[in-house]
């Protein structure tokens, strides 16, 4: 079978090393072209892997020579480069998050349905990881008996300025919302999010750390704690507990070193390295399913969920109180 040929929208931190991914490591796929309103960072960059830039995203999209697209681009450029793939047909693997509100990624669901394909999937990699797919496996066995409650920690060394209190909701604390409905197969009805005293490291107004929980439709629940500028290294850790015992991942014990007087290990400094292998999983299996028309992995309806359960959470963070969820049915919109 021919290459995939790929092209990929925003070459920032995540964008760049997919395009690394996609040129280095894929097999079955071929980079084609980077876009980057940054067009000394897209030129730079394709330059290095060989590659044309298109200065215009949605011409990227159209180009006869792109079979398929990446969009690494901030999420707010999502919906329209979501609606320019489902219009020529091209399978499109979108980081998150989908969009930036419940109606935008709601009309995409939408829009997908009307074509009669799935096109999009959603770029939660945590369900590629080996050690998330382990526990996801041994929870399904029911080994543990039913799943009762997650415990979840998700810290990065430090984000950028830009990275509001909002933000870290809508662009980290998603991913825990994705794990929760993936691993207990349900939607989150109701999400609380409570800012503790701030870290007086970042910027005033920003509320980080952030504590989430998360009430599941069938009476589980999950917390969170989020904490964006914890100065040490990337850490996500989530523990399951089941009505037999329970299961955790992301303790993070690689090689554990001894020196005179010390013992430990590292810890990873960004996403890019704690889920290195997940990503290398997950552009794989999309690359081999979009050959077949397929996708495999969260879908535009994930997306959606993820987006309907961050828009609740951001009320929450400003109350403090519970707020319920708002979606449709999954059958309203796919039948
Ligand atoms: C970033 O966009 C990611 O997706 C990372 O996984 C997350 O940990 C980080 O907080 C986000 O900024």
Redesign the pocket.
């Given at each position: 079978m021919t290459d995939l040929r790929i092209g990929i929208i925003g070459v920032g931190l995540?964008g760049a090393d997919h395009a690394e991914r996609v040129a280095l490591k894929t097999s079955g796929a071929r980079l084609v072209a980077v876009s980057d309103p940054d067009t000394a960072r897209a030129s730079a960059l394709a330059d290095r892997l060989g590659v044309r830039t298109v200065n215009d995203p949605l011409d990227l999209i159209a180009a006869d020579d792109v079979d398929a697209v990446i969009l690494a681009s901030p999420g707010f450029a999502h919906a329209e480069q979501l609606h320019a793939c489902l219009e020529v047909q091209k399978p499109v693997l979108c980081e998150?998050p989908l969009t930036m509100d419940t109606e935008s990624s709601l009309r995409v669901v939408e829009a997908e349905h009307k074509v009669g394909k799935s096109l999009i999937q959603v770029g939660f990699m945590r369900r590629f990881d080996p050690e998330y797919a382990a526990l996801k496996k041994l929870l399904d066995s029911g080994d543990l008996g039913r799943t009762l409650v997650l415990h979840n920690v998700?810290r990065?060394r430090t984000?950028p300025d830009t990275?509001r209190s909002e933000m870290i909701v809508r662009?980290?604390l998603v991913?825990e919302v994705d794990v929760a409905r993936w691993l207990f197969d349900d939607e989150i009805a109701r999400i609380t999010v409570r800012a503790p005293r701030p870290t007086s490291l970042v910027a005033e107004g920003v509320l980080d750390p952030q504590l989430a929980v998360f009430e599941m439709a069938n009476g589980a629940i999950a917390d969170v704690e989020v904490f964006?500028n914890c100065q040490v290294g990337?850490e996500?850790r989530c523990e399951a507990v089941g009505e037999l015992g329970s299961a955790t991942i992301g303790l993070g014990v690689d090689v554990l070193t001894k020196t005179t007087g010390h013992w430990g290990g590292s810890v990873p400094d960004d996403?890019r390295v704690r889920?290195g292998l997940a990503y290398d999983i997950e552009m794989q299996r999309w690359v081999d399913a979009a050959k077949c028309g397929e996708i495999d992995g969260p879908s535009a309806w994930d997306g959606y969920a993820a987006a309907a359960v961050c828009t609740a959470g951001v009320e929450s963070l400003t109350t403090g109180l519970p707020v319920e969820v708002e979606m449709v049915r999954r059958s309203e919109v796919l039948g």
């Open positions: 995540m998150k998700h990065n984000v990275f662009d980290s991913h964006v990337y996500v996403f889920f």
